[in-house]
């Protein structure tokens, strides 16, 4: 239903010019989030694990994946010393993105466009079974997170059991990460009648 919503703005869009566009943007921004909340999993994003990395004794997080439900997410880091950055290889998405900067690329190749342990946690939600669905680019992500992920940094994924094999048996999942988190969160968490989940990892330090 959201996609058949977003279509529809898009296509109003081209007839409206362009200074007013922006109010198109924010209404879809709007009715993407009332939508989105109404799952569970969502909520839970929105009201423990966001809260609670915006917490942490973190410098820079990086989000990955952009969609006009995921624009405000980097009002949880406003008040923080904690810098928000986004990703995403849609390069219209960059409206959406983060706070303090975003980066337009493939996640696989995200280690080609940021420095050697530039961050202290990556999100990654909803990105494998919907772009990412092979083992093989799975395994690449986690990779090319691993790298720029600082030692001991955290690793949330974000992921639908109806789509994908269980992260927790990947090959670099299994070598690069210890299945866990020093945040007051389950490790791996579940909901009721829904195929999400949350699992949490850890960065091992790797020579």
Known sequence: MLKRIREKIRSAEKLIPEPYRRYMRIAEAKLARMIMRMKPDRKYLEENILPCLSSANFSRILFVGCKPYTCHYGEWFLDTDIDYWTTDIDPDAEVWGGTDGHITCCVQEIDFHVPLHSFDAVLLNGIFGYGINSEKEMDRTIAAIHRILKPGGTLMIGWNNSLVPDPLYLENIRALFEHGTK?????????????????????????
């Open 183 to 207: 945040l007051p969160l389950p490790k791996r968490k579940k909901f009721p009648g829904s195929t999400h989940c949350y699992d949490f990892f850890l960065s091992r330090e790797t020579r």
